[in-house]
Each structure stands twice: as C-alpha cells, then as structure tokens.
C-alpha cells in the first residue's frame, strides 16, 4: 500500500512542498459558505482514503486487534501548515489525529506534506491528515459523541472587533460542541499570542460547566504542552519575535447540576 | 499573526469566490436583508390539544377561533408591548393548551393565555424569529432566531415576576450560523430539539437550572442531506424511549433515534407520493414542508412543498420501519403550507396562503383551510376506510369559522387566489433554497450522496 503511494510520489514531490507555493489569504471568514464536499455524519468520514495504512482498502484495520474499528482521537483545528501534526505523529504513532482547515491553498499544502512525509518515512506518519472544512460549523459531521481525547486550539484567528467575536472559534455556544465531541477526561488545548483572545478563550471555558482547567503540575506533566509552543509554525515565530503566549488547557467534565 | 509574511494575500486566490460568498453578520449573513421584499411566509395554522380553538397565521395577521363558544376571538393584549407587524414565522400551543405562542420577522415573541384569550407578554428578541415551542410544563417558552441562537423565557416563580417586556430573554444554546427553521420540547421537557438549515438536528439535554443554559448535548441527529424544516417527538404506547422525526428539503422523513442520534427508518415521501414541480413535471425531490404526528406516532401526516397529496405514514417504531399508508389528493391547486391537529381528533387541518400577497380588492391575505378526518390510529384500516376531505359545509363551525381564518377570501374568486397563493408560496420556498449560495453545491452533493438515504 504504502509502496503504491511511495513510487506515484517519486521523483515528484518526494520533498516537503514548498510553503511560498502555497501562498493564501491572510484570513478566511467562517461565516462564508462552503464549496468542499462535507461527510454526512462521521460514519460517512472516509477512513480509508485518510489512514490506508490504518486502513487498507478492502480489508480491516490491520494495526488493531480490538473489535471496535479505530477513529480519530485527536482534532488540530485551524491546523494551518500542520506542524503540530507533524509533530505529535511522532509522539502518538498509533493514535488517528486529524487536522482541519478552512483555506483550500493551506490545507493542500498539508495534504502533500503529509503525502511526503510518509513516502520518505515508510511505515510513519500515516496516522495523521486534513480536511478542508468550516469546523466551526461541521464538526459533528467528523466526530461522534465523545470520540475525541484531545482538541487544539492554537493562534486562532483573533478577529479583535467586537461585532466579529461571533467569529471566534471558541465560544460559550461552539464549546457546547466541543464537550461534546470530546470523551470525558478529554483535553481541550487553547494557545494564542494574543492576549485580549487569550483572556476571551480562558473565560469562556471557565463559564462553561463542562469544563474545569487543568493543573499547573499535569502540564507540567503532559508532553504535549511543550508542542504547543515548538511545534506549531505560529508559536515558532512568536517564539523568534519574542513574543507572549498565553494558553487555557482545560479537561472535559461530567455535567453536574447543583 | 494578524499579518504574517507568509499569509500573503494573494488578489489571484479565489478571492472572486470567497468574496462571492462572504455574507457578513451585518449584512445578514444568512439572511440577505435585499432579498427579503421578494421574501414570502407560509401561512401557518395550529389547533389547540383539546380542539377548543384553533388559529392562522399569514402574515402579521394573527386569526383565532373559539371551537367551543363557535366564535371568534378578539385579541385583548394586556402585556404592554406592541402588535405583530411584519410576518409570523412560528406558532404553537402548549401541551395542555393554557398557552400559545406567536413570533415572526417583526423580532417579536408574543405569549398568550387561553383562556379566556389575552397576551400576557411580549418579548422583544434581538433578531428576527424562526422557531417557538412551549415547555411541556408550561414554564418555559423557547425561541430561535436567524443567527441560529436559542433563547429561553421562564413564566414561573422569579421568572414571572419579572414580568416587563423589557426583560430579555436567556441564550441558552447555539447553531453556529444557520437558521433554526423549527423547535421542539420533548413531552417530558428533558430534552430540546433543533433542527436548522444546514440538516442538522440538536438535541440537547434541558437542565433543571435551564435558564443558565443548555450545553449539554444529547445526540446529533444527522442523515438528512439538505435543511431539515419539521420536527416532532413520538411515544408510542409501549415503548419505553421516544423517538423523534424530521422531515426535510431532501424530500425524505426520517426516523431517529435521538438519545443516540441513530437513523433508524428513511422514507423516501417524494417519490413515494409523487408532486408536480412548478411547470408541470412530476418531481421527487419535492421538500417536505410540514408533518404533523399524534404523540403517539400513530398518525403522522406529511406536506411536500409542490404536491397537493398529503402522504400518511405508518411506521413500526420498534422494527424502524417507517412507510407510506396512505396518500390523499386534494384539488389541484391546493398546496398546504402547514399542518395542524389536535391530540383528540382523527382530524388534519390544513391551511394554504402566504404572507405579501399581491390581492387587488382584498383588504385582508386570504388563505384556504382545508380539513381531512377520518384518519386511522391503526394505518392498515385505510384499506377499507378512506380519509374524508370535508366540504366547506361539513367543518367544524363552518361558514363562521371559514370566514374568520381564511380572511376575505372570496369563495367566488376562489380559483385565482389558490392560484395566486400557491406560486407565492412556491416563490417562497424557492428563495428559502437559492437563498443559500452552494445550493449548486449542495444539490451536487445530494445527488453524489444518493446512496445514504438508503441506509435504514
Ligand atoms: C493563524 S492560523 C494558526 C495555524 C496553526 N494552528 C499554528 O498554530 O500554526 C489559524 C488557522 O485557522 C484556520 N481557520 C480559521 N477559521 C477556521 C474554521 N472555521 N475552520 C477551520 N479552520 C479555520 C485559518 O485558515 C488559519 O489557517
């Protein structure tokens, strides 16, 4: 399988794409309509086309022996150039991880970045990949009820006018969403270097009674929170320029009524 | 990160398409505020639980009439705020018919008392409104408006003292962006369903404290491959869960499970039925327009938008079986544009018209009531008993009742305001589907997506 892809890949675009060739739009407004085509519901979400080495056409999934067949446990979304995919593929190998992007350009870029990755590593990276898609307005098209374990969230879009924070990916009514497709337990990753977002985002999750924030000693704890900084193309250049990040990592909870 | 030196804008990169595609909030994002003059609302009807009245809406013109005392009813508004003046979008009675509803495009939720008539309070929303539902219990109303946002108002204890027209309601859940075309309250009231203009369906977990919001979500009901425009819950007798029905733009009824959000039974009422497209060829993709179920889910009647059959479905809820028992022919130019029945009666009422009507030498927007009866709990009685179309003569308060619901229309001059009302309404639906700017899109996708609808 993954030959077939290693040599039509060959000779071709063997190395990592080029960012420049890639060039898009500084910001894409996810109010506006889509033009991609959007699964149904998750059962619709075309594995195979996505993981073939999780997920060989025709057959079952080889690399598990549990009967329940394997899904998408972690989501990037606004995954931009992928980077942070890139990385935690490498840190979860055996965990499907999906990225979601609204700019056609971007997301084509990470589709043959990935595609590349994986022809020069045979047998790695396959556990990673994107779609373009509105996440703010399909995610229950991708993931059932808690399917998820892990949710990124990282340099959003800030869209500082007061009349456009209905536009923001996190919010009081998106994150209703988010518990949802998240398993008890599951983590929600926030990460901006803005601070004004930064403080909207940790607010929101704080009123939301579905989630609590995460201690101090648990990120301390958690590889992943040092990816948020290093891995993701955004926090790579606030790291270059200097600048301030400000994170919310908060934990999915049982709904409780007082 | 606003602007980054690899983010460069690019004037080539489908900027013609996202800037076609751009419908800012202000500028109604879903709604192209141009657009709405040519926009027409269905008239819409509702009989009350125990057939005590019934009521029409077309327009901003609110009808009422009293089925017990064979009157109708003048409106007493004692809340303080103002009337309806633009057009009614939604209306509902509650459970045990205290209760009733109005709210529309004039951003107004108006709640009234039954008994003896009189509105009771008025509350100004922010947006224009798509959606009510009365709580089972009677304590809470629940509206929708065009940004997709849910906002509920309490009537009881602290709630109700508070009783001002100024008190704005609560927001307590969201679709992101799209227009929440219905709402429905489970029987039990621990659950809200949505269902909006993007096919999806929310179910949501009602809190007891739901005034803090209603974040917890049950299921997405998702299968339905264009705008999901009826919703009713069913328990039937014997069943320990409920189940819920769509009916939708994809011309297909659907059966869930929605404390999971399983697809149990699809029926394809469109083909099934058959309806005539505007110019005259038969068409399957007919949208559903309304469907109206007993709460048991013995009888469910379905309204497609250019078909003047109304198809009865029976359905084997524990077998997710759901199938066409029975479909009833109206007279030609007779397209419904809602359904309406009460939990008593073996009676369907329907009502045809729309709001904006151009109707030289009328004063008032006519609409035409029609009523079905004999429709059968047990659906394989059809094979020897037929449902009725009731003569004009034979409704409950006959010429009395017609003349107060169906407004000016005049009997006479019947045919050309059928006529006209029915391609007002097909005008309205139309614009409710190319409204959307994928509908090209969509319509690719549904025919790419044909296989889903047979899953069971
Ligand atoms: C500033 S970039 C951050 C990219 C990446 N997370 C990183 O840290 O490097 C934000 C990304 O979110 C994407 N985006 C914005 N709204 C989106 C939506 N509704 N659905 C999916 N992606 C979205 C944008 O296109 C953009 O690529």
Redesign the interface.
């Known amino acids: 399988m993954s030959d077939n892809t290693g040599t039509k890949v060959k000779g071709q675009s063997c190395r990592l794409p080029r ?2 060739f890639y ?7 996810p ?5 991609f ?2 699964p ?3 059962a ?1 979400f075309d594995y195979s086309h996505h993981y073939p080495y999780f997920f060989p056409s025709g057959g079952e999934d080889h690399k598990n022996g549990s009967a329940s067949p394997r899904k998408v446990r972690f989501a990037d979304i606004g995954c931009g ?1 992928g980077g942070l995919l890139v990385s935690l593929s490498r840190l979860f190998p055996d965990t499907l991880m999906l990225g979601m992007e609204l700019r ?2 971007v997301t084509e870029y990470v589709k043959e970045r990935i595609l590349a990755l994986r022809a020069s590593n045979p047998g790695q990276y396959e556990n990673i990949s994107v779609v373009r898609t509105n996440s ?2 399909y995610l ?2 991708y993931f ?2 808690a399917q998820l374990s892990k949710m990124f969230f990282l ?1 959003p879009d ?1 869209h ?1 006018k007061e ?2 924070h ?2 923001r990916v996190i919010s ?6 988010y ?2 497709a998240l398993e008890l337990g599951g983590i929600i990753y926030t990460m901006t ?2 601070e004004e977002l930064g403080d909207w985002m940790r607010s929101c999750l704080e009123d ?3 989630f609590e924030a995460v201690s101090e000693e648990e990120l301390e704890a958690d590889p992943v929170v040092k990816l948020l900084t290093s891995a993701t ?2 926090g790579q ?2 790291a270059r320029n200097g600048g301030q990040t400000f994170r919310a990592i908060f934990r999915r909870i049982k ?1 409780e ?2 | 990160m606003e602007e980054t030196a690899e983010f460069v804008s690019n004037a080539g990169e489908d900027s013609a398409s996202v800037a076609a595609v751009t419908m800012d909030v202000d500028n109604g994002l879903i709604e192209d505020d141009k657009s709405k003059d040519a926009e027409v609302a269905p008239a819409l009807i509702a009989v009350h639980p125990f057939e005590k009245s019934v009521a029409v809406a077309v327009g901003f013109e609110l009808r009422l009439f009293d089925l017990e005392g064979n009157c109708s009813v003048s409106l007493v508004d004692d809340s303080g705020g103002p009337s309806h003046s633009d057009a009614i979008r939604a209306i509902k009675f509650g459970a045990n018919g205290r209760l009733f509803a109005s709210a529309g495009d004039d951003k107004l939720v108006k709640i009234w008392a039954t008994n003896p008539w009189h509105c009771i309070r008025t509350v100004s929303a922010e947006k224009r409104v798509s959606a009510v539902a009365i709580s089972h219990n009677g304590h809470y109303v629940a509206f929708a408006d065009k940004f997709g946002l849910v906002w509920l108002i309490g009537l009881e204890g602290d709630n109700a003292k508070q009783s001002n027209n100024d008190k704005k309601a609560v927001m307590i859940l969201g679709h992101y962006c799209s227009i929440i075309t219905r709402l429905e309250f489970s029987p039990d009231d621990r659950f809200i369903a949505s269902a909006d203009r993007d096919f999806k369906i929310r179910v949501t977990v009602f809190p007891k404290q739901s005034l803090k919001g209603a974040h917890e979500i049950q299921s997405f009901c998702l299968g339905h491959t264009d705008f999901v425009s009826c919703l009713a819950f069913a328990y039937p007798s014997g069943c320990a869960n409920g189940y819920l029905l769509s009916g939708s733009g994809d011309s297909t009824v659907r059966l869930w499970d929605f404390i999971s959000g399983v697809l149990l039974a699809t029926c394809e009422v469109g083909a099934k039925v058959g309806s005539l497209e505007p110019n005259g060829t038969e068409d399957a993709q007919s949208p559903i327009s309304d469907l109206c179920a007993s709460s048991d889910g013995s009888i469910i009647a379905v309204a497609l938008q250019y078909s003047n059959r109304v198809a009865l479905l029976s359905c084997d809820f524990s077998n997710g079986n759901l199938s066409v028992a029975k479909v009833v022919t109206l007279e030609e130019n007779y397209f419904p544009t809602s359904l309406g029945s009460s939990s008593l009666s073996k009676c369907l009422w329907m009502v045809m018209g729309a709001s904006n009507l151009p109707m030289p030498g009328s004063a008032q927007l006519p609409t035409r009531l029609r009523i079905i009866s004999g429709l059968r709990k047990d659906p394989s009685d059809y094979h020897c008993h037929d449902p009725i179309i009731l003569e004009d003569n034979e409704v409950p308060g006959g010429q009395k009742l017609l003349s107060e619901l169906q407004g000016s229309l005049d009997v006479t001059k019947e045919e050309a305001a059928l006529a006209a009302a029915a391609a007002a309404v097909k005008a309205s639906m139309r614009n409710m589907m190319i409204k959307k700017e994928y509908t090209l899109e969509r319509r690719e996708m549904r025919k790419k997506n044909r296989n889903d609808r047979k899953i069971k």
């Open positions: 960012k420049r060039r898009a739009r500084a910001h894409s407004n109010l506006s309509d889509s033009h085509p959007i149904i519901c998750p619709e150039f056609d350009k703010m307005k229950p098209n059932g009820k340099f800030p500082f009349k456009n209905r536009r009081l009514q998106l994150l209703d969403e518990a949802y270097d803005v939301h009674p579905l193309e955004e250049k606030v709904f009524e007082e």
